[in-house]
């Protein structure tokens, strides 16, 4: 199995959401954050914002979807330009998973 994080822009949301539960994904953590990516921050005028806000969406899948779920992020998180800023997505292995009410290790993990 395998942990997906992604880093996007807030009005991605959505789009993202929506792409996941096309492809089955429902299970997903999301909550807002505050970041800078190479873009280092956005300047308006005179006015230089360091962090800006960003929504992390944490999502763990079978092998088999995860190019599928990685797509996807990218595909409905990108700005219709590829601006700086359209986030980063993040595929990590896992090793261990359980599920707390059972107490029974996922299998696929």
């Not at 996007?8 to 089955?24: C, D, F, Q």
């Not at 999502?59 to 797509?71: C, G, L, N």
């Amino acid at each position: 199995m395998y942990l997906i994080q992604s880093i996007i822009r807030p009005e991605k949301m959505l789009h993202v959401t929506e792409a996941l539960s096309a492809i089955g994904v429902q299970a997903l953590t999301k909550f807002p954050v505050i970041g800078r990516g190479k873009q280092c921050g956005l300047k308006v005028g005179n006015i230089n914002y360091k962090d800006l806000p960003k929504e992390m969406i944490f999502t763990m899948v079978d092998a088999s979807q995860k190019d599928a779920v990685v797509k996807a992020i990218i595909d409905a998180a990108r700005t219709e330009d590829g601006n700086h800023g359209d986030g980063r997505v993040f595929v990590l292995p896992v090793a261990e998973a359980y599920t707390i009410r059972s107490g029974q290790q996922d299998i696929e993990a």
